[in-house]
């Protein structure tokens, strides 16, 4: 019997997804995940991304048996999985997603499709976020996400011939697939059910206090929609939360907070896509610098003690460490504390990008590769047309936790500092750490770093090399390619918070 192949990827959900739609409609469909063991050993992959994984796909698995269907789970090469599929039992079309995912995922997707036409296969991919392949001309992508947005949720088919696996699902431990690091103890837990709980928890009630409660990390684990990793692995559709804000919008009453909170939000949703469609037109910035003016500016100057005591949350800074301390336990951050960790680790410490982009994924639950990698050189200062964004963290502290409720609550030592010295508690005298029962360098770390005059020296660096003649004249075509066009309203409020704009940090 002929049939059509679904292949699930990071669009973990039956409700608004078009391939599983489409494919309903033309015969028997038989659902698919792969399991690809090179996705899992890239420097970009964690324990904690494939357990929220694994909690979404038993979700995923769960919604298809209700309907007469299941779940099939494969572990092997894309390309082998599909090989053996066929052979087994030839199928009609394959149907997906398009995704921007990191270099492997690409060239993992170019395979596909040159067996696809090696087997004289279609492959039918449809567009997930406002994201637009083979994107000609940057000034047309906005039109292009609003149209995406508009148009209607498809709802989860309801009828259909579904092929049932001939096994049950088993899914392996993370430790058999080469990840051992820790799982985040607090982290928030897969699959579309969760997703919709904290969809509604926001729209209804959290979403008061988005605006002027995002950027402290105190109130921003409430004040953000905290719906990232649900739309990175696609439990949610962004089109469902884009619609079902603005229908929020339109019924509350003028003057309501939450009114404000859901337009600001709106927007950061556009940005999601802006970021992501700078990966989808130019794969290469995992790994390459957007502005190529900018090569060899970090590069040989690698220092393994400033990173070790970056992810150690070792640098002495109290606000980064509690930071890292709060990763460690959660998978999540808000997105000026984010963007702080990556300035800390590009100017005073003077780390390239691309390592420190790696640890940072690994750390980040909602890791979104498109928006990842273009935000890491924005904030490293390597795209050639972003205004360098350099984030003091003492004026971080000062600014967004001047009681130290935040950095004390992270790191226990902390609270033996008294007020005076919190945000630098290294210059306390040694009579005074003495009676405090808390010692520099051993329960609190010592900057390893002067903050001042590392951050100084890293700016000459990077301006010498803005300021030169042909560095400046390779700028144009990088705003034709990827420079943002207009923008959404309100015009203001989303500039002047667009650094680290996006579902990985913000929402």
Not at 75 to 103: K, M
Not at 150 to 172: D, F, H, I, R, V
Request: net charge positive.
């Amino acid at each position: 019997m002929s049939y059509n192949l679904v292949w699930f990827k990071r669009d973990l959900r039956l409700h608004d997804h078009a391939p599983l739609w489409q494919a309903c409609r033309h015969g028997p469909v038989q659902c698919l995940y792969i399991i690809e063991p090179s996705l899992w050993a890239a420097a970009d992959a964690a324990s904690q991304h494939y357990l929220f994984l694994r909690e979404s796909l038993l979700d995923l698995d769960l919604a298809l048996r209700k309907r007469g269907g299941g779940l099939r789970v494969e572990i092997g090469a894309a390309v082998d999985v599909l090989e053996l599929l066929w052979r087994q039992a030839p199928f009609a079309a394959l149907y997906s997603h398009q995704e921007t995912g990191n270099w492997l995922s690409f060239q993992r997707d170019l395979a596909v499709q040159r067996w696809c036409q090696m087997r004289r296969l279609t492959w039918h991919e449809y567009p997930q976020f406002g994201v637009v392949r083979r994107l000609r001309d940057r000034d047309l992508w906005q039109a292009e996400w609003e149209k995406l947005m508009a148009a209607n949720c498809l709802e989860a088919p309801t009828a259909g011939q579904w092929l049932q696996p001939e096994l049950p699902m088993t899914l392996p431990e993370p430790q058999t697939l080469g990840l051992t690091q820790p799982d985040p103890p607090q982290r928030q837990q897969g699959g579309r059910r969760q997703g919709i709980e904290t969809l509604r928890d926001f729209l209804f009630e959290r979403s008061r206090a988005y605006r002027g409660g995002i950027s402290s990390p105190l109130s921003a684990p409430t004040a953000c929609s905290r719906l990232s990793p649900y739309l990175a692995f696609g439990c949610l559709s962004l089109r469902e939360v884009v619609q079902a804000s603005r229908r929020q919008i339109a019924a509350l009453p003028q003057g309501d907070p939450r009114r404000a909170g859901l337009t600001a939000f709106v927007s950061r949703l556009y940005w999601h896509c802006h970021f992501i469609q700078k990966l989808e037109s130019e794969p290469e910035l995992e790994f390459r610098n957007m502005h190529r003016g900018y090569d060899g500016l970090r590069e040989a100057d690698w220092n393994p003690h400033h990173f070790q005591a970056l992810i150690d949350g070792r640098t002495g800074w109290p606000l980064v460490d509690a930071c890292v301390a709060m990763l460690k336990q959660t998978g999540w951050l808000n997105f000026r504390m984010r963007a702080m960790l990556v300035s800390v680790a590009s100017y005073p410490l003077w780390l390239h990008w691309q390592p420190v982009g790696h640890w940072l994924a690994r750390q980040f639950l909602d890791y979104e590769p498109g928006i990842h990698w273009s935000q890491m050189q924005m904030q490293a200062g390597t795209t050639g047309i972003n205004a360098t964004r350099v984030y003091n963290p003492i004026k971080q502290a000062r600014d967004h936790d001047p009681h130290g409720h935040f950095v004390r609550h992270w790191l226990p030592a902390m609270r033996r500092v008294p007020q005076a010295w919190l945000f630098e508690p290294w210059r306390m005298p040694a009579r005074l750490q003495q009676q405090c029962g808390v010692k520099v360098g051993v329960d609190i770390a010592e900057p390893p770093v002067d903050l001042e005059i590392a951050t100084r020296q890293a700016k000459a660096r990077l301006y010498a090399v803005r300021g030169k003649a042909e560095v400046k004249a390779a700028k144009a075509a990088i705003v034709a390619k990827h420079g943002s066009r207009q923008r959404p309203a309100p015009r203001r409020k989303a500039r002047s918070a667009s650094g680290w704009i996006q579902t990985e940090l913000e929402f």
